[in-house]
């Protein structure tokens, strides 16, 4: 059966600033087709964005506005199972699709870190980050390229598919039931299969809503929530208000050191509180 796995790199913390997507077609377990495009996001590059991807401003000179490649996307998207690595890039293409006031994909999304937790009772509970995954798999890739972070998801579902019998409709189906785990917590550590699941988020900023129901959200999604920026940090969000504030010092000590830690290699990631919303929601 076919499926296209479709990974998308951002300009910014707001996830509508895509500036590369990638696009990987398998059939029977094969991949059959593969582009990468670079996208001019009309919108800045956050030094910290750059760092993870090494997309800038330059390189997208002269690139098309995902207005423009949006019908390329439908044309290899419509109708198939489209295949991302967690959440993200999924609440991305819907973000950018609002934010051109485009309609939405037309197709049925499959999450591929869940079928790595079904798939694999070694990776039901941790490990099924993209970059874990496809070392024990032995993917060779280079993270953070839109297309390589596709292909290497698309492997990953096709030896879910070969190893378990159960086709990429199959699995959608999988996917979207409750694991026994689910059923047996309150989720009142971040556990269960939402889609934040595995995620511990710190909060920033002046929220439009209160920070209270802010951090139930994230929990009813799945999440840990913490009040302070750490090394197992892997969401800052931050209040929409300041999610611009490009000089240093006028953004949150939170804010400052989850770019730090990033800096470093941490895998962690900075949201808008809209997006977050959307993460939620999706």
Known sequence: MKFVVLDVETANPRMSSICQIGLVTFEGGVEVAAESHLIDPEDHFDPVNVAIHGITAAAVVGEPTFREVYGRVCDLTAGTVVACHTHFDRVALSRVCELHALPTL?????????????????????????????????????????????????????????????????????????????????????????????????????????????ADLAHQAGAAVEPNVTKGTTILVVGDQDIDKLAGHDKSSKHRKAEALIEAGQSLRILGEADFMRVCAS
């Open 106 to 214: 037309s197709c049925s999304w499959l999450d591929t870190a869940r079928v790595a937790r079904r798939a694999w009772v070694e990776f039901s509970k941790s490990g099924y980050g993209l970059s874990n995954l496809a070392r024990h798999f032995g993917i060779t890739f280079q993270h953070h390229d839109a297309l390589h972070d596709a292909r290497a998801a698309g492997l990953i579902l096709a030896r879910a598919i070969e190893e378990t019998g159960h086709d990429p409709s199959e699995w959608i189906r999988l996917c979207n039931q409750a694991t026994r785990q689910d059923r047996q917590t309150l989720r009142r550590d971040g556990d269960g299969d939402g889609p934040l699941v595995g995620e511990s988020i710190v909060f920033t900023g002046a929220l439009q809503v209160p920070r209270r129901e802010a």
